[in-house]
């Protein structure tokens, strides 16, 4: 009895599970809940839920990895939604259809090649295939041909020339969700072949040519443990694969609409884990043309973006504010036709640029390749077509060279360059430098011996006058001051910060002015001040206060800015009423001003400086609400005169003071740029980071944000009175930005280099880790508390004098 239960029990069970080598035939079908597996048992077909959707899917998945790992889904955009009794069956067109429980059609294969006994079958590659019964060999159909978001060992990436069809990858929507995203990966169809990521339709990241195993612009894939890769392009097809090296890792490519990025997945059998291999684009200056026509990305250069010799920027201005967009134009003419006089700028080491119009010859030699390239107007560069120069062929660019960076490649770049760039083209072109050379030799011979002797008697009348500065900078005296600012009367001050009361004040001429009073106790001497302030005066962009002049005497130190008629940020962004007038836009463009500022006090100035102060009351604002930090200069005075340093004087303002800053006086560009995330996220929420019973799960808006950061709901943070003007999207990148500069530890923070470029472009940002609490260490290690204690009454208030041990 149990026996024949037991075969009972069998044969219902026959057909729920395909076993090794099994096949599907036209008489099976594979229903909800049984499976398809591949001979090594590698893989799996069957059906399944992506995540925690209620929908389910057609799919192929590794079978003996624990994560769920599905390689390839069928009916993508066609979910199965309301039951489990859908069925998998071979039709009498020899097509694989998937029918709903009430037999309607939700995914279908397309063949029109015809076959008496089809049958499908899984293959141990992960590829599903239907074929004759009889030929195990060509395949009627195959899943192959249409990847979804993963890359498998031995699967094509491209161009089927003969039957048109395009092999790429998309990627799912997100983790639970495999129908289409807008993200994709392919196979360029030019002549000279290149996988391209698009997001949407524009260009996010391309791998630069790639012929045989090699690409100019992937770092580490020619010689690597894992895979080997394979480019072939030919009349019938164009196609990227990869294999294995050794059969028994596994490791696959995947895009990811998420994340944003292309990624090579190993899996470690230890961790039981996916571990990323690489991931492209790899970093800033991988992403698609950062740097404009004719310029180049390298990562290791501040500002990463440089044209090429013999370009300038096309738009100097944008250029400066590290807006690349436009690139870089020729600075000479080009000449054209036969009698070219042009000549060529050998580039080495980097990403070819795009090849969307190129041409190519694969016989050509590198000479003919130039003569080539200077004959036709168009031509902007030529290379060799392989890495051997000798033989390697040639293509020819036309149009503007985009999308360069610095790169391991071995193939050189010849960048056209006009005649007065380079001088090698003709003989008589050299002769001609010659003689200009010589000249111009004997020129510069006599202007120095000039030079020299004036220099010497120059030197002469200084020592004769004593010390005294060559300045522009005017120096007030007080009682120019005194009359300006109505004897500092008390209507007229402005406000007072740490090193001393501001007021506002009229110059006869009427031009206003803001005169800010230095406190006496600052201890510095005359000339160290004035030598300073000098320097300071040096320090101009348009997102600092311009300092205007000065003024010493007796003991007296006064510095005079621009009067900046809407007065600082905080009077905005703290006020119900007044918060009304920042739409997001014009915050946006704060936000940047802000970075930009910060980014040339710390990076782009002959003076590096630590800022250690900024906060809302130090940003001020112009008619047209442009923002400018100010008390910069300050901060050096009377601070070291270091980049990085350790102080037992502490200046700043609790609530936007980094921890290390606070609680140790170590202070760098990275505590500046924990206060600028701190002015981020003030400026987006409109609320002071430190209020006191800000909230009871919160103790600071810096944890608060991180709250609502890890409950995902972080868009709740953003200030009511922008919620008509915002954009969403932009907003939370912002807000992002700002947690990743509150990081706890410095060195996790990034510098104001890669802000600004997160501000502008859209790449892919990390993900912060745990912010630095400022309050909770204090709180709980007691530190400086009766100081704190005191100036939280006045929230703005900078410490100046406060010595923390
Ligand atoms: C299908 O769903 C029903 C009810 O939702 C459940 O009882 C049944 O076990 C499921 N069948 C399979 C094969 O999962
Ligand atoms: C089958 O069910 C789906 C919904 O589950 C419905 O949209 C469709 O019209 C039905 N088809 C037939 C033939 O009943
Ligand atoms: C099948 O292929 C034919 C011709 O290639 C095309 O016209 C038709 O739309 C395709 N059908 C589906 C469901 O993809
Ligand atoms: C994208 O990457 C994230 C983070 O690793 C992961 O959680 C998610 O499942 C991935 N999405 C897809 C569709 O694989
Ligand atoms: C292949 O990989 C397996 C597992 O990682 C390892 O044990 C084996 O030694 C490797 N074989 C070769 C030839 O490297
Ligand atoms: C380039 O040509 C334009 C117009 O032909 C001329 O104005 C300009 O001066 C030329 N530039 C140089 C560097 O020769
Ligand atoms: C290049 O040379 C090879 C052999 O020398 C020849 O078969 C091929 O046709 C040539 N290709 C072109 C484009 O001239
Ligand atoms: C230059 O190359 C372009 C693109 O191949 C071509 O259309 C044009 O005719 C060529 N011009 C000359 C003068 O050869």
Not at 15 to 36: E, N, V
Not at 45 to 54: A, D, E, K, R, V
Not at 430 to 452: Q, R
Request: some cysteine.
């Amino acid at each position: 009895m149990t026996i024949f239960l037991a075969i009972l029990v069998i044969i219902s069970m026959s057909k729920l599970s395909y076993g090794a080598d099994d096949t599907i035939t036209q008489s099976d079908s594979l229903s909800d809940g049984s499976t398809l597996i591949s001979k090594d048992e590698t893989f799996e077909l069957g059906f399944f839920n992506p995540g925690s959707s209620p929908y389910r899917y057609l799919g192929i998945w590794y079978k003996n990895i624990p994560v769920q790992t599905v390689v390839w889904v069928a009916n993508r955009d066609n979910p199965i939604k309301h039951s489990n009794s859908s069925k998998l069956i071979i039709n009498k067109q020899g097509n694989l259809v998937l029918l709903s429980s009430n037999q309607s059609l939700l995914w279908s294969t397309n063949t029109t090649k015809k076959s008496s006994t089809p049958v499908v079958q899984l293959l141990n590659n992960g590829n599903l295939v239907i074929r004759d019964e009889s030929d195990g060999e060509s395949f009627l159909w195959q899943s192959f041909d249409y990847p979804t978001n993963t890359l498998l060992p031995e699967m094509k990436i491209g161009w089927d020339k003969k039957t048109g069809i395009n092999r790429l990858q998309t990627a799912w929507k997100n983790w639970e969700d495999p129908s289409l995203g807008d993200f994709t990966s392919s196979m360029s169809l030019s002549n000279n072949p290149e996988v391209v990521v698009l997001k949407g339709s524009s260009e996010f990241y391309r791998t630069g040519p790639m012929i045989g195993t090699t690409s100019s612009g992937v770092y580490g894939m020619q010689d690597n443990p894992i895979f080997k890769s394979e480019v072939v392009s030919n009349e019938d097809e164009a196609y990227f694969l990869f294999t294995l090296k050794n059969k028994s890792v596994i490791s696959i490519v995947v895009l990811n609409q998420t994340l944003m990025l292309l990624q090579r997945l190993v899996w470690i059998p230890a961790s039981r884990k996916w571990s990323n291999y690489l991931n492209l684009p790899h970093d800033t200056c991988d992403g698609y043309n950062i740097c404009g026509p004719y310029g180049k990305c390298v990562i290791d250069a501040s500002p990463i973006c440089q044209c090429l010799d013999g370009f300038k920027p096309k738009s100097p201005q944008q250029w400066s504010t590290m807006n690349w967009a436009d690139g870089c134009v020729h600075t000479g003419n080009w000449s054209c036709g036969i009698k070219s006089r042009d000549g060529f700028l050998k580039v080495s080491g980097v990403k070819l640029p795009d090849t969307t119009n190129t041409w190519v010859d694969v016989n050509m030699t590198l000479n003919d390749c130039k003569l080539k390239c200077l004959q036709n107007c168009s031509c902007t560069a030529y290379s060799s077509f392989t890495s051997n120069e000798d033989s390697g062929g040639c293509t020819i660019w036309f149009n503007d060279l985009k999308d360069l960076r610095d790169s391991d490649s071995q193939r050189n770049l010849y960048v056209r360059i006009d005649a007065s760039n380079i001088g090698d083209k003709h003989d008589y072109t050299k002769m001609a430098i010659l003689v200009v050379s010589i000249i111009a030799f004997a020129f510069i011979v006599i202007l120095l011996t000039l030079y020299i002797y004036k220099k010497k008697i120059k030197n002469k009348e200084n020592k004769n006058e004593g010390e005294h500065y060559n300045l522009d900078l005017p120096c007030f005296d007080l009682a120019t001051i005194f009359e300006a600012t109505d004897n500092f009367s008390n209507v007229n001050k402005l406000g007072e910060g740490g090193f001393g009361p501001v007021y506002k004040g009229k110059l006869q001429d009427g031009q206003e002015i803001a005169v800010k009073r230095l406190s006496r106790s600052s201890g510095q001497g005359l000339n160290e001040f004035t030598n300073e302030v000098i320097l300071c005066s040096k320090l101009q962009h348009r997102n600092l206060v311009k300092i205007v002049g000065y003024c010493v005497e007796s003991d007296e130190k006064m510095l005079i800015y621009e009067y900046m008629s809407n007065t600082s940020l905080d009077s905005f962004i703290f006020d119900p009423i007044q918060s009304k007038v920042l739409d997001w836009p014009m915050r946006l463009n704060i936000l940047y001003g802000i970075a930009r500022g910060l980014l040339y006090l710390h990076q782009d100035s002959r003076l590096r400086i630590v800022h250690r102060d900024l906060k809302a009351s130090n940003i001020l604002l112009d008619q047209y609400m442009n923002p400018k930090i100010s008390d910069f200069g300050l901060a050096k005075m009377c601070g070291d005169d270091q980049i990085k340093g350790k102080t037992s004087r502490i200046v700043g303002t609790y609530g936007y003071m980094a921890p290390e800053y606070a609680t140790d006086g170590l202070f760098s560009i990275k505590s500046d740029v924990f206060s600028f995330g701190v002015l981020l996220l003030e400026l987006i929420s409109g609320k002071k980071n430190r209020t006191l019973a800000f909230n009871q799960n919160d103790h600071n808006l810096i944890a608060q944000a991180w709250r609502l950061w890890k409950e995902g709901v972080l868009y709740s943070l953003i200030d009511d009175s922008l919620t008509d003007t915002c954009i969403q999207n932009e907003a939370l990148r912002c807000i992002q930005i700002g947690l990743l500069c509150l990081q706890h530890h410095p060195d996790d923070r990034p510098n104001m280099t890669s802000v600004v470029l997160m501000l502008s472009n859209n790449n892919i940002l990390p993900l912060p880790h745990e912010p630095g609490y400022l309050y909770k260490n204090i709180r709980d290690e007691g530190e400086v508390s009766s100081e704190i204690q005191t100036s939280s009454s006045i929230n703005n208030v900078t410490i100046s004098q406060l010595d923390s041990r």
